[in-house]
């Protein structure tokens, strides 16, 4: 024959057999894999919709008038592994200690009393700086984070300690 090619026709006479064994397991090895990296993945996917822009950088309402300046306070939130410390303006307040619950949960009460105290005085706050240590760890950033947020102060900026 030309080229070759078995025809399938010649010699013994019979067809080849169509059933083959297909291994699974490689299968689902992939599959396993492909699985647990997107659970890890939907995490920072959740994270990256925060809305958190660098202190010093262009903010999107720079164009606000100076009268609306005079009725916001410029709040401060100073971050330590020990202790929170929340400056409004010039006053300071008491710093509040970092301190887990019994579910291993940081316990942010405190802080959230206090947002509720200055969103009473000034209603039209609604900017928050935060002044992280370098030891910080991420997820009390992201919960104290939310906490802004839920506290009704959503332009929230991030900038290192001085």
């Known amino acids: 024959?030309?080229?070759?090619?078995?025809?399938?026709?010649?010699?013994?006479?019979?067809?080849?057999?169509?059933?083959?064994?297909?291994n699974l397991v490689p299968f689902i090895d992939l599959m396993a894999?492909?699985?647990?990296?997107?659970?890890m993945?939907?995490?920072?996917?959740?994270?990256g919709r925060l809305q958190v822009s660098q202190a010093g950088g262009p903010a999107a309402e720079d164009t606000q008038q100076?009268?609306?300046?005079?009725?916001?306070v410029t709040l401060?939130?100073?971050i330590t592994p020990e202790e929170l410390r929340l400056t409004a303006d010039q006053s300071t307040f008491e710093p509040i200690p970092l301190t887990r619950g019994a579910n291993g949960k940081l316990d942010l009460v405190k802080l959230n009393e206090r947002f509720k105290q200055l969103k009473e005085q000034f209603p039209?706050?609604?900017?928050?700086?935060?002044?992280?240590d370098?030891?910080?760890?991420?997820?009390?950033?992201?919960?104290?984070?939310d906490e802004c947020m839920g506290s009704g102060l959503p332009q929230i900026s991030v900038m290192a300690a001085g």
């Open 1 to 22: 024959m030309a080229g070759g090619m078995d025809l399938g026709n010649g010699g013994k006479g019979g067809k080849k057999p169509l059933d083959t064994a297909i």
């Open 33 to 39: 894999v492909t699985i647990s990296f997107l659970i």
């Open 41 to 47: 993945t939907a995490v920072w996917t959740q994270i």
């Open 66 to 72: 100076e009268e609306d300046k005079s009725k916001t």
């Open 76 to 78: 401060t939130l100073a």
């Open 124 to 132: 039209d706050t609604a900017a928050i700086t935060l002044q992280t």
């Open 134 to 145: 370098d030891k910080v760890r991420y997820d009390v950033l992201v919960r104290i984070i």
